[in-house]
């Protein structure tokens, strides 16, 4: 299994906590809120992109065709 999806996936957490809490503090919680929001659309398309390899693998492990 490649860490590299890991490596991103916590890289994008990272950035979107800690632009969240310089929003934040800065009195932006709406924007803070769209910045936490995007950050989660990034990474759940990241997981979707590695839910599709997983089904096209499987269906080509089953010849399911």
Do not use: H, P, Q, Y
């Not at 932006?28 to 693998?57: K, N, P, S, Y």
Request: glycine share 10%.
């Amino acid at each position: 299994m490649d860490t590299g999806i890991i490596l991103k996936i916590a890289g994008v957490g990272l950035l979107t906590a800690i632009v969240c809490v310089i929003l934040k503090k800065s009195d932006r919680d709406e924007i803070a809120t769209f910045a936490t929001l995007a950050g989660l659309i990034i990474v759940a398309t990241l997981v979707i992109d590695m839910l599709g390899g997983l089904f096209d693998t499987l269906r080509s492990l089953l010849a399911l065709n």
